[in-house]
Nanobody
Framework: QVQLVESGGGLVQPGGSLRLSCVVSGSIFNTSIMAWYRQAPGKGRDFVAFVSPGGDTYYADSLKGRFTISRDNTKNTVFLQMNSLKPEDTAVYYC????????WGRGTQVTVSS
């Protein structure tokens, strides 16, 4: 069974940066569009960005210019570089395919607060 393991979250001040990682077990990674999603407290899970196996990227409109998604196909890992973080970016961040067809991992908590 494919497993998703997210890491890299933490507490950061407004304007700070974080880099999230997600390791995906199994051979599905190299042929899948991989994406990041996030769920803020009391809200549903929202799409953040995706990256195709060849490296094409797409972002939620509100996040363009601050977040960068990338992948390393040799390490079955997808990354999310987050810059100029805002309090409204506080959420649990998850990776999955796009569309999301795998069992969700535990996610990684990102808290933006002074």
């Amino acid at each position: 069974q494919v497993q998703l393991v997210e890491s890299g979250g933490g507490l950061v001040q407004p304007g700070g940066s974080l880099r999230l990682s997600c390791v995906v077990s199994g051979s599905i990674f190299n042929t899948s569009i991989m994406a990041w999603y996030r769920q803020a407290p009391g809200k549903g899970r929202d799409f953040v960005a995706f990256v195709s196996p060849g490296g094409d990227t797409y972002y939620a409109d509100s996040l363009k210019g601050r977040f960068t998604i990338s992948r390393d196909n040799t390490k079955n890992t997808v990354f999310l570089q987050m810059n100029s973080l805002k309090p409204e970016d506080t959420a649990v961040y998850y990776c999955n395919t796009r569309p999301a067809i795998l069992a969700w991992g535990r996610g990684t908590q990102v808290t933006v607060s002074s």
